[in-house]
């Protein structure tokens, strides 16, 4: 997700948060770069209060293999 143009994100971002008004059961994972918080609030200011960004750090290289 975080090699998406800003434009292309902003539907997606748009049902979600009409998804979290209405209190729809609807969850959406996704993993991305450090980068990923910040295209995501390019794409909608209100991104940033949208998702729980929760990072996980750098694998050990034994995990990478």
Same mark, same amino acid.
């Given at each position: ?21 209405? *209190? ?17 609030? *390019? ?23």
């Amino acid at each position: 997700m975080q090699f998406a143009e800003p434009e292309d994100l902003s539907g997606l971002l748009s049902a979600l948060h009409q998804v979290g008004q209405e *209190k729809l059961p609807v969850a959406i994972v996704c993993a991305g770069l450090p980068q990923l918080p910040a295209t995501l609030t *390019k794409a909608s200011s209100y991104a940033e209060r949208l998702f729980n960004y929760i990072e996980i750090g750098r694998l050990t290289p034994e995990a990478a293999r």
